[in-house]
């Protein structure tokens, strides 16, 4: 998430955020915002906005911006100005007199359900690992599989975006590949007739697949940055045709295709274990979710929860809480099923394949429902803001 804060006379003034978020843009006009928004159109952006007269306000309904903008606008404690906010589209107008620290951080929070709500229902996941070997692609297949066997009406997509040599595709029976995620950049204009021929697999009814790179020179032609857009373009591009799109990211990499494929995901699942070395590395990791302002639509995914040694939930909490603006949890565990993954990943199949009632499925199948299929709590699980200091701010709908 980006913060662009607009001001011609304060524009250091909410330093305090520097602290709290990785990407804070400071402007003197709100000209230079959009020459810098015509660069970073994928992103999230928060866009916080000073204004003195009417004519400031004004002048953003001129200016058309994409689903991922949430407009804050501060001004003078004015029924007009706020009127005019309101009518124009700004999604928060904040009066001078009420726009603390502590305001603006809550509706830059809660600015991510908002975004997710224009951008429709369809559901695009991030898994990623904080290591490798810690099960993010075995949960990933199956999970896919899973879900699109159990509810046929859905339509699933699985994409492999591991950095390493891909391995999905032996799972899913595409021992060798014609087209992969590299043939994807190439497409001019994105069809379902177009992704059929360069990359996009069907796998049954309602399952689809785009295996990933098969070999290791393949990586830094998918870092190109002509190709990061165009990878952007069709992950935006699948959520007209699916309803859930389930993405293997591999193991955590601060490289600008991961970093942009978490932003504009609605829900980025952390997978990792129970011991004290991977509690060490997730906190870092988590570190840098909390100062992306991706907390809202984080998950931890524990694997091999009960494995002899490992600590338990709550110590992992008291880990995990300590120096951090928010309290990370673990938001679902899997078990240690190693007798039946093993077998499979011997032999390259799918667990959901030779083994749907072991112990791993069934809660495979729990976490699905969970985060998925639950209809009565939406595909993004928000984490909502303090509404004692959202009942300071004026909104207008």
Not at 89 to 104: H, L
Request: charged content about 25%.
């Amino acid at each position: 998430m980006i913060i662009a804060y607009i001001s011609n006379r304060d524009k250091e003034c909410f330093t305090e955020l520097k602290n709290e978020f990785t990407e804070i843009k400071n402007f003197n006009a709100i000209e230079e915002f959009i020459n810098f928004y015509a660069r970073s159109k994928n992103r999230d952006v928060v866009l916080i906005y000073r204004v003195s007269e009417l004519s400031d306000i004004q002048a953003l309904s001129n200016i058309h911006f994409g689903k991922n903008v949430y407009m804050i606008v501060i001004g003078k404690n004015s029924v007009e100005h706020s009127l005019l906010a309101g009518k124009i589209g700004v999604d928060s107008y904040v009066s001078e007199m009420d726009a603390n620290i502590g305001v603006v951080r809550e509706l830059i929070f809660h600015s991510q359900s908002i975004i997710k709500k224009r951008r429709g229902k369809s559901n695009i996941s991030v898994f990623t690992g904080i290591s490798g070997g810690v099960g993010t692609t075995t949960i990933t297949m199956n999970l896919a599989k899973n879900i699109a066997q159990n509810n046929p009406e859905k339509n699933v997509l699985f994409l492999d975006f591991a950095y390493t040599k891909s391995i999905s595709n032996l799972f899913f029976n595409r021992i060798q590949p014609e087209k992969n995620i590299i043939n994807i950049t190439t497409i001019q204009n994105l069809s379902v007739e177009e992704l059929l021929e360069n990359g996009l697999y069907k796998l049954s009814d309602n399952l689809y697949f785009v295996p990933g790179i098969q070999k290791h020179t393949e990586r830094e032609e998918l870092e190109k940055q002509e190709n990061i857009q165009k990878v952007l373009n069709f992950i935006n591009f699948t959520k007209e045709y699916f309803d859930i799109v389930l993405i293997d990211a591999g193991i955590f990499e601060d490289v600008e295709l991961e970093i942009d494929i978490q932003e504009i995901a609605d829900n980025l699942f952390i997978v990792t274990e129970f011991s004290i070395p991977s509690m060490s590395i997730l906190k870092t990791y988590i570190d840098i979710i909390d100062k992306s302002g991706w907390y809202n639509k984080a998950h931890i995914i524990a694997n091999r929860s009960d494995s002899f040694g490992s600590v338990s939930e709550e110590q992992a909490y008291e880990i995990l809480s300590k120096g951090l603006k928010h309290n990370f949890k673990i938001d679902f565990s899997l078990p240690n099923d190693a007798l039946h993954l093993r077998e499979c990943w011997r032999d390259a199949r799918l667990v959901h394949d030779v083994y749907p009632d072991s112990p791993f499925m069934k809660s495979l199948t729990m976490m699905g429902d969970k985060f998925f299929i639950n209809k009565e709590n939406p595909l993004v699980i928000v984490k909502q803001p303090k509404e004692t200091l959202l009942s300071k701010v004026r909104k207008w709908l």
